[in-house]
């Protein structure tokens, strides 16, 4: 017999666990599915990834984010989120990927792969880093090409090209070259992104003007094969020979999974979740967005710090429809 849960909450990211604590201090009966592990994505970051926010500024819950430097690590991070979980004995559900989503009467009827739950309210905290952007091209299903970068370990010695100009390609290019690895990198705009984390910035532009680092500005991958990469250029098609394809392409909400339960969105406008921004309720009825995919595909637009109060709206909201 199924349990009837006041919210089920999925994703268990910091924005997740956000709205679990409002829900916890409301007294609703909710619950946390997650389809990996807690805060999935952080945990999926590279080891030594540095936040760009203060760990002030990721506080939430009321309990104080301490680090050693004013920006925390992946590991202070992982290590805040178990105690949040510890503090309010957060009720989640591990390994539960949600595959539908239906309305029935009054409730919603949600589908995991072994298991069912039905709500009153649903909040979708499912961030986008588990949906990378594809380069849409032949060659990319080979397992030299990575849109995820892990450790500098592996590169040492081989020759890599990273894919993109922002955030994460300038980080993957600077650190494997460190690392000793031959690195170039391929960018369709025609300088580096403007906004890269400002220690990092002029440091791969010195590289790329140097030498050290080679780069393809105005350039796309066209195909990738087994031992080399074609480019298209500036200059025409070329043909460079190659070990690892790291696509630092950023990452995009699961719009099929949009598609699937019946969430709307702008397609001419950065395909932005249709919501209510007074109460973050979505086109469905009693049906929640919260944390970065309200930003579509700004995925530059929101993080955690301008969305840790994203619970208090929605919970405040639920308990407004309760009082009626």
């Not at 961030?127 to 450790?151: I, Q």
């Not at 993109?164 to 300038?170: K, V, Y």
């Not at 500036?234 to 392409?249: Q, R, S």
Request: charged residues 20%.
């Amino acid at each position: 017999m199924n349990i009837q849960y006041d919210l089920i909450i999925i994703g268990a990211g910091p924005s997740g666990i956000a709205c679990a604590i409002e829900a916890h201090k409301a007294g609703l009966n909710y619950l946390i599915l997650e389809k990996g592990v807690l805060v999935n994505s952080i945990y999926h970051f590279p080891d030594n990834m540095q936040f760009f926010s203060t760990s002030v500024n990721l506080e939430i819950g009321d309990v104080p984010f301490i680090s050693h430097r004013d920006k925390p690590s992946r590991f202070e991070a992982l290590e805040y989120y178990r105690r949040l979980v510890s503090n309010y004995q957060l009720n989640i559900q591990y390994d539960q990927e949600v595959v539908d989503l239906r309305r029935m009467g009054n409730l919603y009827k949600i589908n995991c792969q072994s298991n069912s739950f039905e709500t009153i309210s649903v909040v979708l905290a499912t961030g986008f880093y588990d949906t990378p952007s594809k380069l849409n091209v032949p060659g990319e299903e080979l397992d030299k090409v990575k849109h995820y970068y892990d450790d500098a370990h592996l590169y040492i010695g081989r020759k890599i090209i990273v894919v993109g100009g922002a955030n994460s390609a300038c980080d993957v290019a600077l650190e494997t070259w460190q690392k000793g690895a031959e690195v170039t990198m391929v960018v369709r705009n025609s300088t580096l992104y403007e906004k890269v984390k400002y220690w990092i910035l002029p440091n791969v532009q010195n590289r790329i003007k140097e030498g050290s680092i080679k780069a393809y500005f105005n350039s796309t991958i066209r195909s990738i094969d087994e031992k080399s990469v074609h480019i298209r250029t500036p200059n025409g098609l070329m043909e460079m020979e190659n070990d690892f394809v790291l696509a630092m392409t950023g990452y995009r909400p699961n719009y099929d999974f949009f598609d699937r339960i019946g969430i709307k969105y702008d397609a001419s406008n950065d395909k932005l979740p249709l919501h209510n921004p007074q109460t973050l309720e979505s086109n469905l009825e009693n049906v929640y967005l919260s944390g970065v995919i309200l930003g579509g595909l700004q995925t530059s637009k929101l993080f955690i710090e301008n969305t840790r109060e994203h619970g208090k709206i929605i919970v405040s909201d639920i308990l407004s429809k309760r009082s009626l």
